[in-house]
């Protein structure tokens, strides 16, 4: 069965989530958190996933918004720079992240192929339609698909489910992209076609349903879509 759908998440993947604490540490007065905001950005990131595993196991759900400010906070702690004003200045760029390099080509070589395609992220409506307006992807992306509309976080099937039912296809009509290897994997086990973009090189993770394919960047998935 050919390939007609592919779908990216959208943080990691499509959008760089260090690129709000690297535009922040850029500008003046940014001393102490120009020095950190690496470490900042980790620890960031590291905690908004953490904190979306949790509330998808427990039950206990709330906009992935919100999950982004709690974790947010936790690194603003953990690094000693709290600062009421680096924090909304944070929060805002967040809504602006920037796209990786080969994105808009990636997207437009799909669909020149007659793909469609679509991004699967646990963010809220309003933070993906940010994000992909400030970017510039809108003409790029014929969804945008939300884990508000199921009440639960990734790695949950219902997510996954959502792009078979948007689009009417089966599971193997469907290519999946994420840079979370815990993602790809759960994409794996749902029944789609998977890449794992391991842009920082990391190991396997050791779980049962690896990707099927395993990139540095989103160049290559033309190519893999197409020999599927």
């Not at 437009?108 to 793909?115: F, P, S, V």
């Not at 815990?182 to 993770?205: C, I, L, M, Q, S």
Request: hydrophobic fraction near 45%; charge should be negative.
């Amino acid at each position: 069965m050919p390939v007609s759908v592919c779908v990216f998440d959208a943080y990691g993947t499509l959008f760089d989530v260090a690129a709000a604490a690297r535009e922040a540490a850029t500008e003046p007065g940014r001393g102490a958190f120009s020095e950190r905001w690496v470490e900042l950005a980790e620890i960031w990131r590291q905690k908004q996933l953490q904190y979306s595993w949790l509330r998808a196991a427990s039950g206990i759900h709330t906009d992935f918004w919100q999950v982004t400010q709690n974790g947010l906070d936790f690194a603003l702690e953990a690094t000693g720079l709290a600062d009421d004003a680096l924090r909304a200045r944070l929060l805002q760029l967040y809504w602006e992240l920037s796209a990786f390099p080969e994105v808009p080509e990636t997207l437009d070589r799909l669909r020149a192929d007659g793909r469609n395609t679509a991004i699967l992220s646990n963010a809220s409506p309003g933070m993906l339609t940010a994000a992909v307006r400030s970017a510039g992807l809108d003409s790029r992306l014929d969804a945008w698909l939300s884990a508000e509309s199921v009440g639960v976080f990734k790695p949950d099937f219902a997510n996954y489910a959502l792009v078979t039912e948007h689009f009417g296809v089966a599971r193997r009509a469907v290519l999946f992209v994420s840079s979370n290897g815990w993602d790809a994997w759960a994409a794996t086990a749902f029944g789609f076609h998977t890449v794992w973009v391991n842009r920082k090189g990391e190991p396997t993770d050791r779980l049962t349903t690896p990707p099927d394919h395993i990139l540095q960047d989103l160049t290559a998935v033309p190519e893999i879509a197409k020999a599927l």
